[in-house]
């Protein structure tokens, strides 16, 4: 079947939100209202003024600025505030309803979100009202209610790899859905692995996400997750403002984590474990929380639905795909890279190609799956014959050592020399010996693997889940008083402790410690009761406060001060007695 017929037959069906500005649109349109810079130490310079710019040309300047950091601008700036208030209440605008995103995490969390927002304007972002400027532009492009994807087919690994790129002129995720960043351009894509043999069976399909690698990025066809339209278009959800597909509707907690030294990241996890929200704040990170909504409320695009596709096929011989380096929009110069522009389809942003575009299979994690079982036979066949001479040569090696060792052991004898006390060399070779004879065990082990392998029955069939490590799943929310509360607590909660930590050191220079230590431990209390965390939180006191005393006693007893050091020691056995026995009272009825 040629390429663009297979690209046509498994068109994804993609779902936005109610509210979303920005539908996968035309490069070309794109391309022909931007202008080309190339960053400088001082002011960028203009390589392409708008409007003179095509894809030609712009692999043409591609070409002739290679290790040039250069990008595309389709806007010459943001909206004013009269523009932009005026662009806020237009008639057509459709208004998005937000979720608490600090509900489902905990107190520390919030508190680095407030810091990293900050930062925001220390850092290279893109500036207020731009996502509005490019929104107004786009609208202005003739092919604004036309969607369009960039296919592209390749085979690997006994996979013809079908790719569906989508366009976006801008990514409002931070300005316009309470992201994490905002970029000018947005390039998603869906591919979908088919057994590259005559049946061409769809086997896995996989959607680029924020917070999956490797093989938590791929469902199998049959995954009960995955909704399809007509049974072979995949239905994606995508984010709102981020454009990035999801398996399951609904709203995802993201955390961008923020990195710790490994030391101080066990004594995280470990004090996680004790606190009220423990079981929320799951993510293995301090971060910043943020929702990706993807609600698919919205419009819906793809076969049947309120919108088609326009698809156009490339490969690495199209010469904008080929010959352009650069980005695809602003570049802020943001050293965190969120808030900047990205490459295009084939290339990362410092100029290699991507490994979803080169290399697929490998990025999907699908260097270990076989197509088909067929496959798999074939590669057993040729792991048993590979075994099979290496199990014989390793054989042979021991028989070698062996050998050398019995030999070694009788010249022993024949010295006298005590088997206890062997020389040197024969410990050398008795220590080879158990080496070969290790390897021998695999070698065998891997032979018996690959003989049930081989079994005419067929192999089993894994649950659909089996390959992951984490199964991306929407939240849930309380929707009662309780709910509610939690949610209001939690957007303001992170402010309450800026401010009363701000008053503190503003009003008062001394004395400060027990202050702190009320105000922290009242936010505990409230945050523990809206999570019906009380006894945690209560459970967590006790074994610091235990822990404090133990410290107590050790630094009593290190001073000689031994009264008070055997008196601490004495009223912890005391509590340890206690529970001890509680327990057992409880486990006897």
Known sequence: MPDEELLRAYEPVIRYNRGELFYPCSVEDFVEVSALYRRTDDEPEELAARGTLTLDRLAELGRVHVGDIIYLQQVD?????????????????????????????????????????????????????????????????????????????????????????????????????????????????????????????????????????????????????????????????????????????????????????????TVRRAFLRILPWHEDDDSGAIGIPYIDYKRGDGVSVGPGQDKPWHPVVVSDDTPWVRDYRGLWGLDTHDVFGGERAPAGVRYERKGTVRQSWGQPVAWAGLDKEAPTDAWARGDLEAARKYLTQKLADTDLELAEAREALRAARAAERAQGISPQDPTPRAEELAEEVEEIRRRQMVVRQQLEGVALGLDPRPLPVEPVHSHLRHRAEPMTQDDNVRGRLLRVWSAASASILLAALGILLLFDTTGLLWPIIWIAFAMLVIEAILRRRLASLMMALLIAGLIWLGLWAAWSLFTGNLRMGFGIALLLAAVWMAVQTAREGIRSR
């Open 77 to 265: 700036g943001p909206l004013n505030r009269k523009q932009y208030k005026a662009w806020r209440k237009r008639p057509d605008r459709v208004k998005f309803k937000a979720s608490s995103r600090f509900a489902a995490v905990g107190l520390l969390s919030r508190f680095v979100d407030a810091i990293m927002r900050f930062t925001l304007l220390l850092r290279g972002r893109v500036p207020g009202g731009y996502a509005a400027a490019v929104h107004e532009t786009y609208m202005s492009t003739p092919t604004k209610d036309d969607c369009y994807y960039y296919g592209h087919v390749s085979r690997d690994g006994g996979y013809v790899v079908l790719q569906y790129w989508y366009f976006y002129a801008m990514n409002d995720w931070r300005s316009n859905f309470g992201g994490v960043n905002d970029h000018e351009s947005d390039w998603e894509q869906v591919t979908i692995f088919l057994t590259d043999d005559e049946e061409q069976k769809p086997v896995w399909v996989a959607f680029s996400s924020h917070d999956e690698v490797g093989d938590d990025l791929r469902r199998r066809w049959d995954d009960p997750d995955i909704e399809f339209v007509d049974g072979t278009h995949p239905v994606v959800y995508a984010g709102a403002g981020s454009h990035s597909g999801a398996y399951l509707k609904g709203e995802y907690l993201i955390t961008a984590g923020v990195p710790l030294p490994e030391w101080l990241d």
